[in-house]
């Protein structure tokens, strides 16, 4: 029995060991500033909102797009039921109390369709009206009939402001721009996890550097101790570079910290487990490509949600003009032409109907308002203005603010090559003088100088190249366009959704 107990113990042990050691592989993850930034993309909470956002606005402009197209409509009241005792005024005054007991039930279906040109309705109507009297006597009729086999009648507002010809114009306009917000806000996604995934590898590299320099300072610790003993050193040196090792612990544990709580931000933002270890490939390839300034300006004015929120603030601006002086006059002109008829049967409604016409014209014009319509014509003209003038400001303010972008851009990818030129000396520098400190050659405030530039090199190093990658997304949501694939970041006439 035992011999078959053993086998299957070890067996289970060796699928457990498996299994965590399996769990452990999944758990630790490479990523490279790409890779990350792809997956923000696709899973961040960030981009799924954006996502949200942009449906949310698509089906929005459906509804505004159903607005202009033929509605089928089915009205009626079924049923009608009344039974009790009503108060009827007799021709001489007096007042008869009336048993009633009916029911009436009407049902009406109409296909209509707005005009969008003009601002009116027309339409095209059937009804059929049923009356049950339940009080009837034998020899009285107890049903009746009535309805309209068919009318077309008109609603049309004369000299009124038609916000269907001014939402035509507008709400085009505010869709696409809600697609090209879609596109920046995924850009932004990309700007907010390349500044996460630099503040997680300057968090180890500062890691790494804190652990080696930990590592140095107990060497150069045991080295003076050493020395102290033979008496080649003095103890004011070796206390300095105890001083020195304690600090060194201290940084170690700050910088811990420090990469806990990067790694925990990362995790989060890009829906990781949050005891999923991160390893980060630095992303020190920097292609060289041309970013036209002209360009860029020019790919910004072309693609940008807030350029064409400019002509969307314009025309928004005449339509609330518009309807400040369709607000003076208000005329509107109802016309029907149809059969109707009344029979005691549903299908006498139909032989024979009569014809149905109306035509009437409501007019409604102000006498005296004291100023009211001509304050309010001047409030909508002076906004109207005002809007003209912070457009031709905004536009100002956004051609500099791509001109900055892109000289910033320059700049710093010119910085990131005398930084990264600047670390590898001061690295070199470093191991020399270690060295030579080692043999008795340097003085230790020589070694603390060359360690201080090494550190500050190579965070120097690391920040430039935060700042462009940071640069290179934002350029990226300022121009809607990738300059380095040379290649347009939304195209207009692509539909996301159908």
Known sequence: MKDLIRPFFTL???????????????????????????????????????????????????????????QLRLNGTVPAYSQAFNNVTQPDGTIEFREVNQNLIDLGLGLQQVISPTGGVISINTSTNRFDNFLASDSEIQTRWSGVPVNISLQQPIFAFNPYKWDKKIQPLLYEESKREFVEEIEQVSMMVTELFFNYLIAQVNFEIATQNLKNTEQIFSIEKKR????????????????????????????????????LAVNSFIGLNQG?????????????????????????????????????????????????????LQMNLNASYGYNNAAFTWADIYQNPNTQALVNLGISV?????????????????????????????????????????????????????TQKSDEVAAKRYEIALRRYQTGNVTITDLNIAQGQKDENKRAFYNSLKDYWMAYYELRALTLYDFENDELLYIPDLEDLK
């Open 276 to 328: 999923a270890s991160i390893e980060l490939l630095p992303p020190t390839n920097i292609s060289e490509f041309d970013v036209d300034v002209e360009k860029a300006i020019t790919y910004a004015f072309e693609n940008r949600s807030e350029a064409l929120g400019f002509d969307r603030q314009r025309l928004q601006a005449e339509s609330d003009l518009a309807e400040a002086k369709g607000n003076r």
């Open 12 to 70: 289970v042990f060796l699928l457990l060991l498996s299994f965590s050691v399996g769990v452990a592989a999944q758990d630790s993850v490479r990523y490279t500033l790409t890779e990350m930034v792809q997956r923000a993309k696709d899973r961040s909470p960030a981009s799924l909102r954006a996502k949200t956002i942009r449906e949310n606005r698509y089906w929005q402009y459906r509804l505004y797009r159903s607005n202009y197209n033929p």
């Open 228 to 263: 102290y003993e033979i008496g080649a050193t003095f103890e004011d040196q070796l206390l300095q570079v105890e001083l020195q090792t304690l600090e060194a612990r201290q940084d170690l544990a700050r910088a811990q910290l420090d990469l806990e709580s990067s790694a």
């Open 366 to 418: 102000p006498i005296l308002d004291w100023g009211r319509n001509k304050a309010r014509v001047s409030v909508a003209l002076a906004n109207q203005q005002y809007v003209e003038y912070t457009v031709e400001q905004e536009t100002i303010n956004f051609e500099q603010e791509i001109f900055t972008k892109v000289k910033n851009f320059l700049m710093i990818r010119e910085r990131i090559k005398v």
